[in-house]
């Protein structure tokens, strides 16, 4: 007998970034289910709707910064530069919702702050800050692995009149033309926010705890002929992003670094530098730069001569050359390490001179000296992947919450399943694929409808993950972390960026191919490692 929990909606989407969006028009479009989306923002594009500071764009190459599965918005789309502005991708997010119709169900300016599992009728009640409660048989969240922001403390910062801003939440109408600007942070956002800003404020100071390899992002116009071989092109092209390892649309080496002669390695790294793109220089040149010490001692060591060639003043060439493993996030930018030239701009290393506190004009540091500034931009990141999780209180089975199933470091099965937590579907959860996004993202968001179809078609009343299967999940994405030397350098990939925050391995490192892969088997045996139940019975089981 098909017992359905009685419930206000079939489903509730959390967040309406690439992750909502998708997960909200493949139930409600393709399944046929009732869905409420509910976002916080007041519009949808999560990433794109939030980061909005001068220089923000995504640098994998835009045409492959998108959704695969609109076919005909990929041929209507037009664009201009290899990489996507910000505006540009929260345009086209618009557009993908216009067209699927998906605003009606979607609630902006709502947060959800909880949400709980009734394990004996199967539903989950969430409320809203708001004021609202609703109830739904599955929950899907997309809260996005960057969403939730770093803000550290500086001591007197309220003392500071200044504008104070962080990059991910950049006001529309806050302009640095002309003004003194420093920004702490110098990852993927602040660089870029450096590349930008330096060529309108006044003067920018750069606060930089840690040095970074950055790489040329190669960006600049497309013309028509390259658009055109894109767009005709564009089956075979998903079909490589999906079977390769870090799904950005190039093909990816495996041809050893220390296999060829040191002139033949320089060819290839400068070929990589002129091309650019920082996925590309570190996958692309060779197959074991992230892998192999010496191998990844010579793309470093590359890098680190291009800063001594482009940066003039010795002084600041010393303080922006990285010492460490070149293993983080790669980074691209356009002029990163040439608008340190400029006049107004200067360095300030944090790990030389601290900041010691905030003062009413700016910022002084151990050496004495005070920045006086006019805005102060904290371009420091995110909680990454579980942070905007432990910000709500969800509740499984027994009443256990996320925060407690995650004390000793964040897990799932398959980047979307928790143990104790029947029917909830994360979108870029804990031990997702490390790629380009949006290809994974429409991978999990295709395969929980796959899990949710089965439960429908089923006449069943949840799906699980068991205990085991997200155990042996976490020792295999730990296995694909420990193979490469990404885990002997601090970054938010590992949760080192928080102060506090347990070192876990938060993505599966493999590759998407490979992900993809794992996906189908599990579905080939039957949805192993998860449990499908009927309606639970008035015992409880
Ligand atoms: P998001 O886009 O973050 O959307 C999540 C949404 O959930 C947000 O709108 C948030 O407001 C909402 N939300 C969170 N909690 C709640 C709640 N409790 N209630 C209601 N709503 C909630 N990735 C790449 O692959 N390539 C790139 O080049 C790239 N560039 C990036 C540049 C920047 C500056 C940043 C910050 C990220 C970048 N990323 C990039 C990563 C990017 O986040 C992903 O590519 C993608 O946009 C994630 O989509 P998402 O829907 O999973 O999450
Ligand atoms: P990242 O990559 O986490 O970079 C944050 C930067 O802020 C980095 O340089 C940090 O230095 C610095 N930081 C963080 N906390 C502090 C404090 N307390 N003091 C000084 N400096 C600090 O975040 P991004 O936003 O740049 O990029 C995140 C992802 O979003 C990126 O990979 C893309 O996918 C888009 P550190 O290196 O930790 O010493």
Redesign the pocket.
């Given at each position: 007998v098909t017992h359905k929990a009685e419930a206000d909606f079939d489903a509730v989407v959390?967040?309406?970034?690439?992750?909502?969006?998708?997960a909200l028009h493949k139930l409600r479009n393709e399944l046929g289910l009732t869905v409420r989306a509910?976002?916080?923002?007041g519009g949808?594009?999560?990433?794109?709707?939030?980061?909005r500071?001068p220089g923000?764009?995504?640098?994998?190459d835009g045409h492959v910064?998108k959704y695969s599965f609109d076919k005909e918005l990929l041929q209507e789309w037009d664009w201009h530069t290899r990489?996507t502005p910000?505006a540009e991708?929260l345009a086209y997010l618009e557009t993908v919702v216009e067209r699927h119709d998906l605003a009606r169900d979607i609630q902006f300016d709502?947060?959800?702050?909880s949400a709980a599992y009734d394990e004996f009728h199967d539903v989950w009640t969430l409320t809203?800050?708001t004021g609202e409660t609703v109830t739904a048989r599955y929950v899907v969240?997309?809260?996005?692995?960057?969403?939730?922001r770093n803000f550290p403390d500086i001591k007197g910062l309220d003392r500071f009149e200044g504008t104070l801003v962080h990059?991910?939440a950049w006001p529309e109408d806050l302009s640095i033309d002309g003004k003194r600007v420093g920004v702490i942070g110098t990852g993927?956002?602040g660089t870029?926010f450096v590349c930008a800003a330096s060529q309108t404020a006044a003067h920018l100071t750069v606060f930089q705890r840690t040095a970074q390899y950055v790489v040329p992002s190669g960006n600049g116009p497309v013309d028509e002929a390259e658009k055109a071989a894109i767009r005709a092109d564009y089956d075979r092209i998903w079909e490589q992003v999906r079977t390769s390892r870090v799904?950005?649309g190039f093909e990816e080496s495996d041809v050893p670094a220390m296999s060829v002669s040191e002139e033949e390695r320089r060819r290839v790294f400068q070929e990589a530098w002129d091309l650019g793109n920082g996925f590309r220089f570190m996958f692309g040149s060779f197959g074991d730069i992230a892998v192999d010490p010496d191998a990844n001692e010579a793309a470093a060591e590359f890098i680190r001569s291009k800063i001594r060639e482009i940066v003039k003043d010795p002084e600041t060439a010393r303080k922006l050359t990285p010492s460490d493993l070149y293993a983080k996030r790669p980074i691209c930018n356009q002029g990163y390490y040439e608008a340190y030239n400029r006049d107004n701009v200067s360095l300030v290393s944090l790990r030389e001179t601290p900041i010691v506190e905030a003062t009413a004009k700016g910022v002084v540091t151990e050496d004495g000296v005070e920045h006086e500034l006019d805005v102060l931009v904290f371009a420091t990141g995110?909680d990454a992947v579980d942070g905007?999780y432990k910000?709500?209180d969800i509740r499984g089975r027994g009443g256990e919450t996320i925060r407690e199933h995650w004390e000793d470091g964040a897990s799932s099965y398959l980047g979307v399943s928790v143990a104790g937590f029947p029917n909830l579907f994360m979108?870029?959860g804990p031990n997702s694929a490390f790629?380009?996004?949006?290809p994974?993202?429409e991978t999990q968001v295709e395969w929980i409808a796959e899990l949710v179809k089965a439960v429908e078609d089923g006449g069943l009343a949840s799906i699980e993950a068991t205990r085991e299967a997200e155990d042996a999940w976490s020792v295999t994405c730990q296995e694909t972390a420990d193979y490469t030397l990404f885990p002997k350098v601090e970054s938010w990939i590992f949760g080192a960026n928080i102060p506090g925050k347990k070192r876990t391995t938060m993505f599966y490192f493999a590759g998407l191919g490979s992900f993809r892969d794992k996906l189908r088997e599990v579905t080939a045996a039957g949805y192993e490692g998860y449990v499908l139940r009927s309606a639970a019975a008035p015992t409880g089981e």
């Open positions: 959390i967040g309406a970034g690439f992750g909502g969006i998708y509910f976002e916080k923002g949808v594009g999560g990433t794109w709707y939030w980061n500071y923000a764009m995504s640098d994998v910064y990489y910000q991708t709502t947060a959800v702050e809203t800050d969240s997309a809260l996005g692995p960057l969403s939730s990059t991910s993927s956002t870029q799904g950005c995110f905007s910000q709500m979108v870029l790629s380009n996004l949006p994974g993202i």
